[in-house]
Structures are given as structure tokens and as C-alpha cells.
């Protein structure tokens, strides 16, 4: 009996190890390069992900991309980065969950004199500094300029006056800050702008359709909302529309999802700030590439960003 | 009839240490960068943590309870503590005030279990949202970061070359066996879990030892703040999500019966590191996080299943 | 007349058994507690198999598979214990498992509440079918499941003690309702302790002991007396090896003790070196009296006087204290804890004493438990064995031991040899034997008459929470004990 469950144990660890075999079969002479995400549930990342394949393909680079389950949890990034050193990738490329808690990890792969290229969210500058880290380039865009773009349409499209509702990202994360601070640094110029409500909804979706309900719920003659990323003001669309009020608010938001395009296409929402993470991947894996060939790359590769909207 | 006696006192420990070690041998096969030093100290050390809370809720299962506060507690012990530092109060005290709130937390979990009569599925899961509401408010929403280096000692240090979570992590283990097998708090944990009617008719002041039991809990859950806080330099009000997850299941994985009354901390210790192993085998073999889940997943049914068989195979 | 007849030889719990049951009448089944009343019943109504023997329904001869074949042979149930959903609604109960449906899987809830509210009405019961069975009081439950009986077409409805909870008025309308089931021709099995009940509405009478036949008569053909004759029916032996020891100075007193419902103004007194027998019929409160004395129960009101001091006994722990040991009825969901060894569930109450600093002490708890098991000849590999591996006899004696282990000097047996081999059982007396000879005083309740006789020093008796009666062991017997316990005088 024991036996028997022994074997049944086994067969189930090996079949689901069989599926990795197939993985090391397709390994070809090239160095290893990981992509650490954030999570891979995020259109973002998958995006990232298929640019830095192409990346891949084309200079004969093995790529690993892993991501933890949730997109907050810093301490699984910490451990998907302490395994992949431990598995002697040449490279890393990390978007980080957390700005400051990827710091420790990031002293671990320079410890292992392994270069780290920081993708699409910044580490702390200040604490990687205090802290002797140091990482091979910043590959992003400037999510301060991009909130001072979505401002600055807000403004031009409620002609100066209005009452606004922001959705936040998870505090602390150096994305949404930027975001936000941007934005608020365009309508500090239009003083007949009012913020009445600025909450988070963690980056999700059904938490920006329960926010913004209840938002609209306590200021119901909202004009305008920003959201600092696609899935929240979807899902505050949807919470527009449940109140009957589809086309009375002006939607801004941020990553030019193409569910958010095709909105934009539609007359539904203004407008959305395009990053391009897929350009991003893509330029990850080029430069730590170059890295690995001994080359010397600038400490910030900027990556566009523009203002997706109907006349485009 | 040997055959059978061991089967019965010592098979499912056995057979979970048994698929650890074959875990192993499998990765050692596929990966040559498995079975390493400094692999499996960095195995050890990323599951340091769960595997102390796991001891908790070893405690907790053994009573025939359940917490699922763990985490939150984790993270608001995890952030009271991070301020408590950053005003610059000595790290031993700090470490106390985190201790002290994670077993406040717990206790106060204990006292609605065994005074307020509230099923603990219910009461933990009240905790769950109040403590993480706390760790939020607290901190309205931010993570507090930057610590001194003495106190990051606690994840980073090492104690001759072993790393000093691990270390945490062993003398637990050492004081939760010694507790279990070898006090009468542990011979109650189990009378308890047992039958709790005939410990009342023992004489066991039953609601005490309950509450007691919660209050280890949630400090054990405050312990893992600790390390955790000095790992990442930083305590986040959303630290620890699922942590209760991840420490149930690394206990059942280890034997111990969700219906109370049996368990033990070795099982669990060998549970905590079959996860931690499957995680760290499948990041370097570069599996995909989706197929990682589905793993997991499936090495607790299987878990459950070989206790199942055990206990069929018992009476 | 159609006659129904049964035959059961060779089961464990039955032997021999036959019981012939007419068309529209009430066939009384009487017996002490274990006669087997229950497990007839059981097997009829599909819950047991019966091993060998014949049972015929309509002349025909029939085996009945499982409870739902006997529903479908028209063969209906009450249990002790009511099985009904308290947060349905009467109808709803009524018809459980066999609802009407309007389509398949949507039930016709008006067609349903309509066909209940009939059945009620014909009984005679005034119950509106869209009431919650949980804001019914305990008659009118037990006439809806009277009712849920009659929801399919029944030719025999056994009713288990179906008074044992019930008020007088209640009692009346539930016989109101046996009549006029009676009337159109359903035969009921009536099981019951109580005689003045027998009289009232049986027609016949099948007296049952220790699982054997013993006859079945007219009831306006017999005495009470006769009939609890037959009831008892044996003779004391060897069994019982009791020695008297010298009874000493008082242990323990109590004084007009009451609990909510279950005791009432109960007042004795107990010596070192005594053996205090109680008697009663389930339900009379005997339980209820030891877990309420041992801090287990609430109690309120009354005094306690434990060697002469005035004691309040809030918990377990403080009645353990003042050095009483509970062997409780059910071993295994109160006495002991299966998946601990047999020294640590001997050790248990007593841990303080073998710890230090709460660590505890391996070498002194091994040598205690050791003892005990020397003692107490417990059968086991080893210390470490669990006792859920052990003997229902051994397992009493792991009980046992625990209390000695902590010297407690008054110990309330319940029901201590239930389930137990003859040999155990013997054992289990000599032990007692040697407690009173050391000066404890023994608390003995038991169902069993020959126990209660074979090994007490004085007896009470108890019915509905009141100790109907006192017997020194030499004017004891089993007639006047019955005659006590049923509430007869």
C-alpha cells in the first residue's frame, strides 16, 4: 500500500517535471538571460515577455522569464531572483515589485557579479546607493512625463474647470507615484480643477469597478477620472456604465492595453498614455546582450511614451 | 506485524520524508545546479519563514483549530515593528514590541475561540482583514524601509556559514519539539485536539490552553515579520498575503490531521521544505509560474490522500 | 386477520426471537435496557441485517436490504431521537426524500404542503405545516414525525420511547393520534419502560430479556407484576464477587442538589469503604447527577459536602482537586483521548505532579503508568501503544487508572462495565473491591440489575431527576428496584 502511494507520488513529481526536460533540450550554446516580472496574469508583462522573445530568437540568447503569482508579493520576486543566481544565469532583467525590496536582491546578483538591468519601474535610487548596489541601466519610460501628459489633456478637455477622481496604484510603487505626481503637476496649472477623491484600487480591475462606484456614489457629478493604469479605468468604466453615466466622464488612463485602444477607438474613454512594454523587453535583452559582449551601455535607456486618442 | 506498527507510528512521516528526499533526487538528476551548498542553504533560507509559522499552525491543527490570520498578523507585527526601529529604539526592544504585537493579535484571537465560542474559521478570518486593515492604516498604505545593518543581520548574517533564518528557523523547531513532546503544554496541545471533552473532564483548563495556543501563533507569525522585514530592508503593510495558505498546506503535507489530535513539527519542518524545494527545483529548470501552481497544488492532494490510505490501512 | 412473523436465530444481540404482529393493533415491546428491543427494531426497519431466521409481511416471506426497501414495504419508524431538519418547514420535514414534483427536480410545494397539512388533520394534530420544525416544542415534533411515517403508505409504524420526552397533554394527543391510526388498520410496535402506558393503549404485550424471546400475552390477561417478573426473570451468581469492606467515616454529602431539568432536590450521602449503587432507566438524570457532582454540569442549587467541608464545584479541575475520579458512560468520546498512549492518557490529570517547570518528567510518568498497568493487569504491548488499539475492558482500565494515579478517594463509575467481556468484567468488580477495601468511596451507576445488586452496599434509585427510592443490598431485589425506577409503589 505505502508503495503503491510512493509510486503514486513519484509519477505525479515526474510528470510534472517532464515538462522542464523539454525546456533544457531547447537549450542552444548562447548565454542565459532571465526576465523577472512582476507577475504574468498583466497584459504589460505578457507583452514585455513577447518582446524579449523575439529579442531572444534573433541573438540566440536562452530566456527564462518567471514572474511570482501575485504582483505584490516581493519576497517570491526575492526568491525566483535568489534561485535564478543559484541557477548562474548570466543576466538579469527585473521589473521590481517592490522599489526598495528588491534592493537586497539586487546586492545578491552583483555579489554574484551577475548584471541586473532594471525594467519599467525604478529601484530606489537612493537606498541601492546607501547600499553599494549597483544595476547595469534603467530601460523605461518616464512615467513622471507620461502623468504630466494625461494632465495636461484632462485639462484641455475640461477646458480648465472641473471635479476629478483619481485611481491610484498600490502606494509605494515608483510607477503610480510618478504617474500621479505628474498628473498633478499638469492641473496645478488650471485652478478650476478640484480633486474630490483619490483612491487606490491596487492596479486591478474589479477593485477600480468597486472604487469608483463607491466614488460615484459620494460625488456623483464627477467630470473626469484618471486612472494610473488600463485595468482600473476599465473597470471604472464599467461602473459608469452600471450608473447609466457612459459619456458624461472623461477617462484618462495609462498602458495603451488593446482593450483600452479599442475603447478609445469607440469614444469611450479620452485617452490612454501608451508605454511600450513590449519595446521594453525587446531592448531588455538587446542591451544585456551587449553587456555580456563587454560593451558599455548608458544608465538610462528611455523607451517612448505618447498619448493614445481618437484623432491618432 | 513489525511492518505494520511501523507503518502505523512512523509511515506518514516516513512517507513524506521519503518524497523529500526522491523531490531531490529527481532536481539532482535534471539540474546540476540543485544539489549544491549554496543552493540548498538559499533553499533553506527562503523557506525559513514559512516554516516558522507553519509551526504555529501546527499547534493551532493540533487542536483541532485553524488560523488564517497568520499572514496579516505577519505583516502588521511586520510594520509596528519597522517603525518601532526607525524611531530609533534598540533592536532587541523593537523585536519585543513586534513579538508582543503578533502575540496580542493571537491571543486576542484565542480569548474570541475559546471565551467567545466563535468557530475559528470565523474568528481567524475576521483577524485576517482586521490586522491587514491595521498594517494599512498604520502606515496609510506605504511600506517602511531602510534598516540598520545590525538588525538585517537577522536575514543576511551568518552563523559560522550557515544563514541566520535558518538558524531562527532550527532553534524553533528545536523549542516547538521540546514543547510538543516533552511538556505538558504539548501532552494538553494534543489531549485537546483528541477530545476535547474528555481533556475538560481531565481537568485541563481547556480554554486557557487554547488561547495559548493562538497567542504562540500569532507570535510565531510576528517572528516571521522579522526576518522578513530584515530581508527585504522594508515592511509592507501587504506582506505575507496567502502566507496562511502556504503554512497550512506545508503542514498537511507534513501529516498532521486537520480533525486534530495528531501532527507533528518534523513533519511539518520536512512539508515546509518540500515546497520550498518544488519552488526553487522549478525556477531553476525555468518552469513556468503557471505550472508551478498546478504542482503545488497537486503534492497536497497527494498529501491527503496518502493519510487517507494511512488511516484506512490503521483501523 | 393477516399475521406478520418473525424469527431471528443465532444474532449476537437476538436469539430466537419471534414476535407476531396483527393488523390494526398496538403490540407493546417490553424489556430492561439491552434486551435486545432496539436491535429488533433496527433490523426490521432495515438499519441492521438480521444473520439467520425468516421474517413474513403479508403471509409472504420478505428481506428487508436497507431502510429504504422497508419504507418502500410500508414499514415506517420513529427513533429516540428526532431526525427531523429544524430549519424546514413541517411540510417540508414530512415529506423529506420523497417530495412531489411538479417537473423533474422542481418540487410542487403547494401540491406537498397541501398533502401534509391532510395527514395532520386526520391525526387530529393542530400544527400549520408552514411552521419551522425548530419553533415546535418537543410533543408537537414528535407527531410530525409520526405524520413523516404516515407521508408514504404504512402498514407498521414502530415507535421507539416516543413518550420519554413528552408532557402529559402531549402524551394525550399522541395517543389520540395512535388510536385513530389504529382504526384504519395500521399495526403499530410500541416500545416503552413505562407500565401505566402498557395498560392505556397496548393490545398485546412481547416481553424481551437479554436478547431471547420470553412470551407474548393479551395485556388484559396479566399483571404488572408478572409481567415485570418475566422482565427480570434470573438468577444472581457467581459473577459478582463481592466482598464488604469496613465502611468508615463520611466522604461526601450532598444536599437538595438540582440542575436545569435533568435533577432535581437529590440528597445522599456517601462513606469511605461504601459502595453507592444507582439504578434508573436512561434518562432518569443518573448521568446528569455525576457530571453535575463533578463540576462537569451546571448546578443550581444545592450543597456539596466533600470530608465534611462545604465544596463549590465549578469545573472538573476543582472537583479533581478534591479528589473525585468520573469514569464517564461513553469511554471513548469522554473518557479517553484514542490517539494518545496508554501512559499518557493514564498521566493526563495528573500531569502537574509529574512536571517540573512544565517540562515533563519521562521517568517518573513511565514508572506511574507502569504501576497502574502492573495493578490493573491492562493488557498492552507497551506504554507507548494508543489506547484506541486497546479492548473496551482494557481501555476501562486505562480510565481507571488515571484517577488512581491521581489517589482520587470518591469515584462515580458510570455504566463501567458496558461493551466489557464477562472476564473483564470480573475484573473490573475485584478492582472495585480492592478501592473500597482501601477506603474510597464508590459511586456505582449502572443499568444492569444484577451489577447494581451483585456489588453495591446501598442502593438508590432514580426516576426523572428524583431518587425515587432507597434499598440497603440485603432488601434489594430486582422486582422492587423495577418497581421503584418505572414509578410504581
Redesign the interface.
Known amino acids: 500500500m505505502r508503495t503503491t502511494l510512493l509510486l503514486f507520488t513519484s509519477v505525479v513529481l515526474l510528470a510534472g517535471l517532464a515538462g522542464c526536460g523539454r525546456n533544457r533540450d531547447a537549450e542552444t550554446q548562447g548565454p542565459t538571460i532571465a526576465l523577472v516580472v512582476k507577475t504574468l496574469n498583466n497584459p504589460f508583462f505578457m507583452d514585455m515577455q513577447r518582446g524579449a522573445e523575439e529579442s531572444a530568437n534573433r541573438l540566440g540568447v536562452n530566456l527564462i522569464v518567471q514572474a511570482a503569482d501575485r504582483e505584490v508579493d516581493v519576497e517570491r520576486q526575492m526568491q525566483i531572483i535568489e534561485n535564478l543566481i543559484q541557477r548562474k544565469v548570466d543576466a538579469l532583467c527585473v521589473t521590481p515589485s517592490g522599489t526598495t525590496e528588491i534592493v537586497p536582491a539586487i546586492l545578491k546578483a552583483n555579489q554574484s557579479g551577475i548584471p541586473v538591468l532594471i525594467v519599467d519601474t525604478r529601484a530606489d535610487v537612493e537606498a541601492l546607493e546607501k547600499a553599494g548596489g549597483k544595476t547595469a541601466t534603467f530601460i523605461g519610460s518616464d512615467n513622471y512625463e507620461g502623468g504630466k501628459i494625461a494632465g495636461a489633456f484632462m485639462v484641455e478637455l475640461l477646458g480648465g474647470a472641473g471635479k476629478v477622481a483619481i485611481l491610484e496604484g498600490i502606494p509605494g510603487h515608483e510607477t503610480g507615484d510618478s504617474r500621479l505626481k505628474g498628473f498633478h503637476e499638469s492641473i496645478s496649472v488650471a485652478p478650476g480643477i478640484e480633486v474630490v477623491a483619490s483612491q487606490t484600487a491596487n492596479w486591478e480591475r474589479g477593485q477600480g469597478f468597486n472604487v469608483f462606484q463607491n466614488i460615484l456614489e459620494a460625488n456623483p457629478d464627477i467630470d473626469g477620472l484618471f486612472a494610473a493604469n488600463d485595468l482600473m479605468a476599465l473597470g471604472a468604466m464599467e461602473a459608469i456604465s452600471a450608473a447609466g453615466k457612459t459619456g458624461q466622464i472623461i477617462v484618462v488612463s495609462f498602458d495603451a492595453l488593446d482593450e483600452a485602444r479599442e475603447a478609445v477607438e469607440k469614444g469611450l474613454m479620452a485617452g490612454t498614455v501608451a508605454q511600450y512594454p513590449k519595446e521594453m523587453g525587446r531592448i531588455a535583452i538587446e542591451y544585456a546582450f551587449k553587456v555580456l559582449q563587454g560593451e558599455t551601455i548608458p544608465e538610462y535607456l528611455p523607451v517612448k511614451i505618447e498619448l493614445v486618442k481618437k484623432e491618432n | 506485524m513489525k511492518r505494520r506498527e511501523f507503518i502505523i507510528h512512523y509511515g506518514r512521516q516516513f512517507g513524506t520524508l521519503l518524497g523529500l528526499i526522491g523531490l531531490c533526487v529527481v532536481l539532482w538528476i535534471l539540474t546540476p545546479h540543485f544539489l549544491t551548498v549554496s543552493n540548498l542553504l538559499n533553499v533553506a533560507q527562503q523557506t525559513s519563514i514559512n516554516a516558522i509559522i507553519a509551526v504555529g499552525l501546527t499547534f493551532v491543527i493540533i487542536t483541532a483549530g485553524i488560523d488564517l490570520s497568520v499572514g496579516s498578523i505577519l505583516a502588521f507585527s511586520g510594520v509596528v515593528l519597522a517603525s518601532v526601529l526607525r524611531a530609533g529604539c534598540p533592536i532587541a526592544l523593537a523585536m519585543l514590541v513586534g513579538l508582543a504585537v503578533g502575540m496580542m493579535c493571537g491571543l486576542l484571537n484565542g480569548v474570541l475561540i475559546s471565551f467567545g465560542r466563535i468557530p475559528p474559521f470565523i474568528s481567524t478570518l475576521g483577524m485576517m482583514s482586521v490586522a491587514r486593515g491595521s498594517a494599512l492604516l498604520y502606515t496609510s498604505g506605504r511600506p517602511i524601509s531602510g534598516f540598520s545593518e545590525n538588525f538585517r543581520f537577522l536575514a543576511t548574517g551568518k552563523i559560522l556559514f550557515i544563514p541566520a533564518p535558518v538558524v531562527i528557523m532550527l532553534a524553533v523547531y528545536l523549542i516547538a519539539y521540546f514543547v510538543l513532546n516533552r511538556t505538558k503544554f504539548g501532552r494538553y496541545t494534543y489531549a485537546i485536539g483528541g477530545n476535547e471533552e474528555a481533556a475538560i473532564l481531565s481537568g485541563i483548563n481547556v480554554k486557557l490552553y487554547k488561547t495559548m495556543v493562538y497567542g504562540i501563533c500569532g507570535m510565531l507569525s510576528a517572528l516571521g515579520a522579522i526576518i522578513l522585514t530584515a530581508r527585504l530592508n522594508s515592511a509592507q503593510p501587504i506582506a505575507g498575503m496567502m502566507y496562511e495558505l502556504d503554512a497550512i498546506a506545508a503542514t498537511v503535507i507534513g501529516g498532521t490531521s486537520l480533525m486534530g489530535g495528531q501532527g507533528s513539527v518534523i513533519g511539518t519542518l520536512i512539508g515546509a521544505f518540500i515546497m520550498g524545494v518544488l519552488r526553487n527545483g522549478l525556477n531553476l529548470l525555468g518552469v513556468s509560474s503557471f505550472f508551478q501552481q498546478v504542482v503545488i497544488g497537486s503534492v497536497i492532494i497527494v498529501a491527503v490522500l496518502m493519510d487517507m490510505a494511512l488511516k484506512k490501512q490503521r483501523d | 386477520m393477516r399475521d406478520v412473523r418473525k424469527t431471528f436465530p443465532g444474532v449476537l444481540a437476538l436469539d430466537d426471537v419471534c414476535l407476531e404482529l396483527r393488523k390494526g393493533e398496538v403490540h407493546i415491546l417490553l424489556g430492561e435496557n439491552g434486551a435486545g428491543k432496539s436491535t429488533l427494531m433496527k433490523i426490521l426497519s432495515g438499519a441492521y441485517q438480521k444473520n439467520d431466521g425468516q421474517i413474513f409481511l403479508d403471509g409472504a416471506e420478505i428481506e428487508i436490504r436497507n431502510p429504504r426497501h422497508a419504507r418502500d414495504l410500508g414499514i415506517g419508524i420513529i427513533y429516540q431521537e428526532f431526525i427531523l431538519v429544524p430549519y424546514l418547514k413541517v411540510g417540508e420535514n414530512i415529506f423529506l426524500g420523497h417530495e412531489p414534483y411538479l417537473l423533474p427536480g422542481i418540487i410542487d410545494q403547494k401540491r406537498m404542503l397541501q398533502a401534509a397539512q391532510v395527514i395532520l388533520d386526520d391525526l387530529g394534530v393542530e400544527i400549520d405545516v408552514r411552521t419551522k420544525v425548530v419553533d415546535l416544542g418537543v410533543g408537537e415534533q414528535q407527531l410530525v414525525e409520526v405524520a413523516k411515517a404516515l407521508s408514504i403508505e404504512t402498514k407498521i409504524l414502530i415507535m421507539d420511547e416516543p413518550t420519554s420526552a413528552l408532557t402529559e397533554q402531549e402524551i394525550d394527543v399522541l395517543f389520540a393520534a395512535i388510536g385513530k391510526l389504529k382504526a384504519k388498520g395500521v399495526s403499530i410496535i410500541y416500545i416503552s419502560h413505562r407500565m401505566d402506558e402498557l395498560f392505556t393503549i397496548g393490545d398485546r404485550v412481547t416481553v424481551l430479556r437479554d436478547g431471547r424471546f420470553v412470551g407474548t400475552h393479551e395485556v388484559n390477561e396479566i399483571s404488572r407484576a408478572e409481567l415485570i417478573r418475566e422482565m427480570v426473570g434470573r438468577e444472581l451468581n457467581e459473577q459478582f464477587p463481592k466482598q464488604k469492606a469496613v465502611v468508615g467515616e463520611e466522604l461526601l454529602r450532598v444536599e437538595g442538589l438540582s440542575t436545569r431539568g435533568m435533577v432535581s432536590d437529590v440528597s445522599f450521602s456517601l462513606r469511605r469503604g461504601e459502595v453507592l449503587g444507582i439504578s434508573g432507566l436512561l434518562g432518569s438524570g443518573r448521568t446528569e447527577l455525576a457530571s453535575a457532582l463533578?463540576g462537569?454540569g451546571k448546578i443550581d442549587s444545592g450543597s456539596i459536602f466533600v470530608r465534611g467541608r462545604h465544596c463549590h464545584i465549578r469545573?472538573?479541575?476543582a472537583?479533581?482537586?478534591l479528589g473525585l475520579g468520573?469514569l464517564?458512560e461513553d469511554r471513548k468520546?469522554?473518557?479517553?483521548?484514542?490517539?494518545?498512549s496508554v501512559k499518557?492518557n493514564i498521566?493526563?490529570?495528573s500531569?502537574?505532579r509529574f512536571?517540573r517547570f512544565?517540562?515533563?518528567q519521562?521517568d517518573r510518568e513511565e514508572e506511574a503508568a507502569g504501576r497502574y498497568r502492573r495493578e490493573l493487569r491492562i493488557k498492552t504491548p507497551s506504554l507507548n501503544q494508543k489506547v484506541v488499539y486497546l479492548s473496551g475492558g482494557n481501555q476501562q482500565k486505562v480510565i481507571l487508572g488515571?484517577w488512581l494515579c491521581l489517589e482520587a478517594e470518591i469515584l462515580i463509575f458510570d455504566e463501567p462495565t458496558r461493551g466489557i467481556d464477562v472476564g473483564a468484567k470480573v475484573e473490573i468488580y475485584q478492582l472495585i473491591n480492592q478501592l473500597a477495601a482501601r477506603g474510597a468511596g464508590i459511586i456505582m451507576i449502572s443499568s444492569e440489575l444484577p451489577e447494581i445488586l451483585g456489588m453495591s452496599d446501598r442502593i438508590l434509585v432514580m426516576s426523572r431527576g428524583k431518587i425515587v427510592g432507597e434499598f440497603s443490598s440485603a432488601e434489594a431485589t430486582q422486582e422492587k428496584i423495577l418497581h421503584c425506577a418505572l414509578g410504581e409503589n
Open positions: 463533578f462537569a469545573s472538573p479541575r472537583a479533581i482537586d468520573y464517564t468520546s469522554r473518557g479517553l483521548i484514542l490517539d494518545l499518557d498521566c493526563l490529570p500531569v502537574n512536571s512544565g517540562i515533563m519521562a488515571k
